[in-house]
């Protein structure tokens, strides 16, 4: 399975940006896709997931905040970012679940600058 993540980049504080990551190299869609962040110095965290039948779960911080989405037809999840803060700052790893199996993309930066 790959995933092909965009959508990162740099971005000024209460600005927007939208991830995509689609995945192909299976005949199975994905049950759970979701996306991971980490920065700095920190452990990878959960920003959201959501499920084939779409179900979503957020991460406190970013509640209000951030959309997760998914296309099955593309088998393609979306994060929707506003309100950017600079504590969002990270690389944001899509992340998907096919099979019982777990898939990780490389990795979008995503910058928020003050």
């Known amino acids: 399975v790959q995933l092909v993540e965009s959508g990162g980049g740099l971005v000024e504080v209460g600005g927007s940006l939208r991830l995509s990551c689609t995945t192909s190299?299976?005949?199975?869609?994905?049950?759970?896709m979701g996306w991971y962040r980490q920065a700095p110095g920190k452990q990878r965290e959960l920003v959201a997931t959501i499920t084939s039948g779409g179900s979503t779960t957020y991460t406190d911080s970013v509640k209000g905040r951030f959309t997760i989405s998914r296309d099955n037809a593309k088998d393609t999840v979306y994060l929707q970012m506003n309100s950017l803060k600079p504590e969002d700052t990270a690389v944001y790893f899509c992340h998907v679940v096919v099979r019982w199996y777990n898939y990780w993309g490389q990795g979008t930066q995503v910058t928020v600058s003050s």
């Open positions: 190299g299976s005949i199975f869609s994905p049950s759970v």
